[in-house]
T-cell receptor
Framework: GAVVSQHPSWVICKSGTSVKIECRSL??????MFWYRQFPKQSLMLMAT?????????EQGVEKDKFLINHASLTLSTLTVTSAHPEDSSFYIC????????????FGPGTRLTVL | DQQVKQNSPSLSVQEGRISILNCDYT??????FLWYKKYPAEGPTFLIS?????DKNEDGRFTVFLNKSAKHLSLHIVPSQPGDSAVYFC??????????FGTGTRLQVFP
């Protein structure tokens, strides 16, 4: 139990395009989902926290108009990188919390975004 | 401002020996600590956690020690196995639901 999936696992796009990443909790209802990004050889940095049906809470320094987060249901959250630029290239990881896992966060496998 | 620090970027240990990974934190409001294991291009997987009311938690080959006065925790893996080779992150949380991650330590277990 407590499986979180992400789609796509990797994506390459041209600069200026938008990319949507999906995060799904497969066997539990996630009341809260988190989005992280990780640059090579660096820590996972929390970007935003989203609760189902409400607006996401963004961390300081994260542009909410650039990184659109939608948590429309208890099993799905999406992160859209709008007008992507090469500096947005990173590894994006979501996590989900809820169900029998209580406060524990379960992580997805991550999405590698490369912006050309 | 790095609230959770892992000062050793890498560690190399022989198979069968003990691996000790260290983590320091600065925020005294943290009351829950976790260790995650991460392979390249994958999400972190949970290993073990400890609440601030304890100073030790053990699960199989993994033991986490917490020294609140020193704001220090460590993960002991014994005996170390080649399959333990990965990047290990410590993480901390306080009165919010946010996890603050350290920078990671790459563990290499060689035969």
């Amino acid at each position: 139990g407590a499986v979180v999936s992400q789609h796509p696992s990797w994506v390459i796009c041209k600069s200026g395009t938008s990319v949507k990443i999906e995060c799904r909790s497969l066997d539990f209802q996630a009341t809260t989902m988190f989005w992280y990004r990780q640059f090579p050889k660096q820590s996972l940095m929390l970007m935003a926290t989203s609760n189902e049906g409400s607006k996401a809470t963004y961390e300081q320094g994260v542009e909410k108009d650039k990184f659109l987060i939608n948590h429309a249901s208890l099993t799905l959250s999406t992160l859209t990188v709008t007008s992507a630029h090469p500096e947005d290239s990173s590894f994006y990881i979501c996590s989900a919390r809820g169900g029998r896992g209580g406060d524990e966060q379960f992580f997805g496998p991550g999405t590698r975004l490369t912006v050309l | 401002d790095q609230q959770v620090k892992q000062n050793s970027p890498s560690l190399s240990v022989q198979e069968g020996r003990i691996s000790i990974l260290n983590c320091d934190y600065t925020n005294s409001m943290f009351d829950y600590f976790l260790w995650y294991k991460k392979y390249p291009a994958e999400g972190p997987t949970f290993l073990i956690s400890i609440s601030s009311i304890k100073d030790k938690n053990e699960d199989g080959r993994f033991t986490v020690f917490l020294n609140k006065s020193a704001k220090h925790l460590s993960l002991h893996i014994v005996p170390s196995q080649p399959g333990d080779s990965a990047v290990y992150f410590c993480a901390a949380s306080g009165n919010t639901d946010k996890l603050i991650f350290g920078t990671g330590t790459r563990l290499q277990v060689f035969p």
